[in-house]
């Protein structure tokens, strides 16, 4: 298979350029989300070497097991599995797993579904109908735990935002969600 993210891309002229952007919209890639991925893969790119390998892929797993709780109060024991109480503590940095964006989009998205015992996706209702504050911090989770640029970001999570039909229908964390003890949401495509 032949990528044309990285160095082909970024050092094509305009007519390549348009034609690489034009592929990945005729596979059902949204415009301006594939413009942000190649434009995303130029970052690192030296144009006259072709090595340059792209994969974009967003997943997350979370589960409770894999943080480190031994240093906290029982104040943080207590609120754990308890969405509202951990929300409203003042400090839960006891809690060692490289998770504070998570938690910080649960709550302040209030999705009821930080301690669910199933994945809870946030691009679509959570992403497109919350609030600024809602809104930032997904934002923020994604660009710093599934290490892409806020402008890739954005346009992933804008992708989800085509129903406007979606924010006046209420929407609950239960809707349509596997159950299992992680949030995963994955988006790749391969060309051969």
Known sequence: SFDF???PYCCGDDTCQDAVLEMYVAFSVDSALALALLEDSCEDVICGSYSYSFDFDISYSFSM???????CSTEVYNALGDQDAFCALDDTSCISCNSEEYFAAHCACDTGALFASYSFDFAGAPYCCGDDTCQESILDMYVN???VSEGVAIAYLDTFCTDDAMCSKSYSHSMSMSHSYSMYHSMSHSYS
């Open 5 to 7: 993210a990285g160095a």
């Open 65 to 71: 097991d894999d943080c480190d709780t031994t240093s």
């Open 145 to 147: 735990l599934f290490g």
